[in-house]
């Protein structure tokens, strides 16, 4: 069966550090990969998604961003963190030549920058 | 570019009774997603919705799609306390972007 990891679960960091959030899956190949970011009591915002191998699409130019070195390997990067980039950051995919499946989730990092 | 828009974005009811969350989407979708989001946790699958007219249901929830209209709703029958929850809607242009609405936070009251 298809599984997603993501971690760490929880995350704090001080302002201007680095930022590594890995998310990886099994069982499934070539499947499209998300990430989302969610503020306090709001709605996920789309950061970047990628379709394939080394293909990568932003969707909000900010000081974030994401590579995918492997097949079911995303990982979201930051080399100075802000206050606002405190968030649940959420790592999703699917696979979309299967039809009738939706886009599955993982546990979610919840980062606090201080 | 492709907007969600979700209302009510707020909803308090009583229990027993029915309501339905509206999902208008800007431009033509290949899937469109209903998810559960508990305080504290990550997102929980509920139906996908592939073409005009689909109707699926689980338990007290029921999501349909109109793809003409670039139209889903969720129907809660009889709510009872155990469904307050944030539901999304979202819309998954195939090898594009998923983009979700703004949530609906749904508040059931006994």
């Known amino acids: 069966s298809q599984t997603i990891h993501q971690w760490p679960a929880t995350l704090v960091q001080p302002v201007g550090s680095p930022l590594s959030l890995e998310c990886t899956v099994e069982?499934?190949?070539?499947?499209?990969l998300y990430w989302y970011r969610q503020a306090a009591g709001r709605g996920l915002q789309l950061l970047f998604y990628?379709?394939?191998?080394?293909?990568i699409s932003s969707e909000v130019p900010q000081n974030l961003s994401a590579s995918r070195p492997q097949d079911r390997q995303f990982i979201l990067s930051s080399k100075k963190l802000l206050l606002s980039d405190s968030g649940f950051y959420l790592c999703?995919?699917?696979?979309?030549?299967?039809?009738?499946?939706?886009?599955?989730f993982g546990q979610g990092t919840r980062l606090t920058v201080v | 570019e492709l907007k969600v828009e979700q209302n009510p974005l707020f909803l308090s009811m009583q229990e027993g009774k029915n309501y339905t969350i509206y999902c208008n989407y800007s431009?033509?979708?290949?899937?469109l997603y209903w998810y559960r989001q508990d305080p504290g946790k990550s997102l929980e699958s509920l139906f996908v919705?592939?073409?005009?007219?689909a109707v699926k249901q689980e338990g007290r929830l029921m999501a349909s799609l109109d793809t003409k209209a670039r139209l889903s709703t969720l129907h809660i029958t009889a709510a009872v306390h155990d469904l307050s929850a944030t539901y999304f809607c979202?819309?998954?242009?195939?090898?594009?972007?998923?983009?979700f609405g703004k949530g609906t936070r749904l508040h059931i009251l006994p």
């Open positions: 999703a995919w699917s696979v979309p030549n299967i039809p009738n499946t939706e886009a599955f």
């Open positions: 069982g499934t190949s070539n499947p499209n």
């Open positions: 990628s379709v394939g191998i080394g293909q």
């Open positions: 431009t033509t979708s290949d899937r």
């Open positions: 919705l592939l073409s005009n007219g």
């Open positions: 979202a819309v998954d242009i195939i090898n594009d972007k998923i983009i």
